[in-house]
């Protein structure tokens, strides 16, 4: 499917918390690895996979189990590897969801159970523990002369199957200034929000840093900065942004922001197409008379130039829908409109950020 989409953010009224980050509060990463067990065949194979055999034998010993010198083969275990994200804030005894993918040649995960696993943070220390069954959501068939799978079943998810057990240090509560990171840095952004904050609370204590941070001055304030930041997430200022022009080249889909202006400019489409076919006659003589049967070629060239009054002039500080009409009354598709686009944007008539995906 093809289609040209237009977005609008003119005084759109949005909620701080939409628009910004609070320093300092943030997820970290994990990452563990394990082993998934209960498989129904499809687990790794030892030839291939000698890490988790390694992994399965040291398991058994720390268990009390010593498998030293046996043909130990077992196709039911598959070692995998457990990210998740630790959230801001998180304590000890919460659960957190987790993701669990094969590292091995195993073939499905479904019916699998991940055997309790460590996820550490990327200071090695420890955070969380991982076990449960593992949901998948593809499914894989085979029969003797043919296969089907859908989606991936390597790759699953245990809702809640991590508990947290240890916090990361960070006393919010003593901070005596705050800065508010904008997701799309923007000057005019910066600057309302700056001047709503100040409105709201009725004294001076947003100040704008940059395009992308405004300062909250914490040391005079008669509240917690967690009460203080519950209510200022919840005002509301009219965002802006730049004009964009964002193609997507693989789907040919166009998306243009509402405050896309173009100078004048006169766009011609080229329709020319030349049609050759090849259609050879054989020639050859009557019957019993001398002669030899012979190929005559035969070729067909059609050539179309496009149809009458296929250019269009637009005229300067045109508004998106006129934009869009102009290029509609070319009669061309998406795919052609994005190659008039690009040559716009090269001739200086397309004033806005071209970004091409």
């Known amino acids: 499917m093809i289609c040209l989409c237009a977005f609008t953010t003119a005084h759109a009224q ?5 628009l910004v980050d609070i320093e300092g509060v943030r997820g970290n990463d994990l990452v563990g690895y394990g082993l998934v067990i209960g498989l129904n065949g499809t687990g790794d194979s030892i030839r291939n996979s000698p890490y988790t055999e390694e992994a399965l034998s040291n398991l058994l010993e720390r268990l009390g189990v010593n498998i030293q010198g046996s043909d130990f083969r077992p196709n039911n275990v598959a070692a995998v590897l457990i990210t998740g994200s ?3 804030f998180a304590r000890i005894g919460s659960r957190l969801d987790i993701n669990v993918s094969s590292i091995g040649d195993a073939k499905n995960l479904s019916g699998g159970t991940l055997v309790m696993t460590p996820l550490k943070g990327a200071d090695s220390n420890v955070y969380a523990v991982a076990q449960g069954s593992v949901l998948i ?6 029969g003797e002369g043919a296969s089907v799978t859908e989606g991936v079943p390597t790759s699953g998810t245990i ?5 947290i057990e240890r916090e990361i ?7 005596r200034s705050i800065r508010l990171a904008l997701r799309a840095p923007d000057f005019t952004t910066a600057a309302r ?4 904050i100040n409105t709201n609370y ?13 300062e909250l001055d914490l040391t005079n304030i008669d509240r917690s900065p967690a009460s203080l930041l519950a209510a200022i997430e919840n005002y509301k200022i009219a965002p802006t942004q730049k004009a964009r022009v964002v193609i997507d080249q693989r789907s040919g ?6 405050n896309v202006k173009v100078s004048p400019v006169a766009i011609a489409q080229g329709n020319l197409s030349i049609t050759i076919a090849e259609a050879p006659l054989v020639s050859q003589p009557n019957p019993f008379a001398p002669g030899e049967t012979m190929v005559v070629p035969r070729t067909s060239i059609s050539v179309q130039d496009g149809e009458p009054g296929n250019i269009a002039i637009i005229e300067s500080n045109v508004t998106l829908p006129d934009l869009v009409a102009g290029l509609n009354a070319l009669g061309v598709s998406p795919r052609e409109m994005i190659d008039i686009l690009k040559t716009m944007k090269t001739a200086g008539a397309l004033h806005a950020e071209l970004i091409l995906q």
């Open 14 to 18: 949005v909620k701080v918390k939409d």
């Open 86 to 88: 630790l959230p801001p």
């Open 137 to 142: 959501s593809g499914f894989s068939a085979e």
């Open 159 to 163: 809702p809640g199957g991590a508990l």
């Open 169 to 175: 240090g960070f006393d919010f509560s003593s901070m």
């Open 193 to 196: 929000l700056e001047k709503t």
């Open 202 to 214: 009725g004294r001076p204590l947003a100040r704008m840093l940059d395009s992308g941070t405004v």
């Open 253 to 258: 889909t166009i998306v243009l922001s509402s």
